[in-house]
């Protein structure tokens, strides 16, 4: 067990460019999950892909963002034409079964400038 | 919109006191309750997880769970200074999709 590795852990980014992160799950783990959290706030759900089929997406989603996780694997989430109000901490987690707890990697923390 | 209500503090206790954190959600469907401590600049780590009414004791955690009042808890005993960081509560949606989370309740132990 070696983690969910994120990456990259630091992303500065002027207005208007597109980004993209990844995130690699614990490799057993077939359900992963996107979450943002902002400062002072809990984290924020996105989305959740049960192998690589996206089976939820949060209604507060912005149509520039977009997930995948292609081979039940690795997924990436990407923001296009970013705005400042996407700077935020950016969490990937996974787990194995439904009720069983979320692990969450490190983290990748966008600045929009 | 199903929600997860923490009182965001700063909670404050001295050292070897009783810290108690609490939490209320919305959805009645919701089965599965964690909660989770995160330091500053650092991700949420698990503290304990319940799923059924009553007490769940982990060493110094104690997390309580009432159904019939959709409130969930979790006592530190012997606080500790390094004990001090923000504690989210988390529920699992009826759909069990995705966890709910909490804004967080700040704790802080003084030594």
């Known amino acids: 067990d070696t983690g969910v590795s994120q990456d990259p852990r630091h992303k500065i980014t002027k207005r208007g460019q597109n980004v993209t992160f990844r995130c690699d799950p614990i490799?057993?783990?077939?359900?992963l999950y996107w979450y943002r959290q902002t400062l002072g706030q809990g984290p924020e759900f996105l989305t959740y892909f049960q192998n690589e089929a996206q089976l939820e997406k949060s209604r507060l989603l912005s149509d520039r963002f977009s997930a995948e996780r292609p081979k039940g694997s690795f997924s990436t989430l990407e923001i296009q034409r970013t705005e400042q109000g996407d700077s935020a901490m950016y969490l990937c987690?996974?787990?194995?079964?439904?009720?069983?707890?979320?692990?969450f990697g490190n983290g990748t923390r966008l600045t929009v400038t | 919109q199903k929600e997860v209500e923490q009182n965001s503090g700063p909670l404050s206790v001295p050292e070897g006191a009783i810290a108690s954190l609490n939490c209320t959600y919305s959805?009645?469907?919701?089965?599965?309750f964690f909660w989770y401590r995160q330091y500053s600049g650092k991700s949420p780590e698990l503290i304990m997880f319940i799923y059924s009414n009553g007490d769940k004791e982990d060493g110094r955690f104690t997390a309580q769970l009432n159904k019939a009042s959709q409130y969930v808890s979790l006592l530190i005993r012997d606080s500790q200074p390094s004990d001090s960081a923000t504690y989210l509560c988390a529920a699992e949606n009826q759909a069990g999709t995705a966890l709910i989370f909490g804004k967080g309740t700040t704790l802080s132990v003084s030594s």
């Open positions: 490799s057993e783990h077939n359900r």
């Open positions: 987690a996974s787990r194995d079964q439904l009720d069983s707890p979320l692990h």
């Open positions: 959805d009645r469907g919701s089965q599965s």
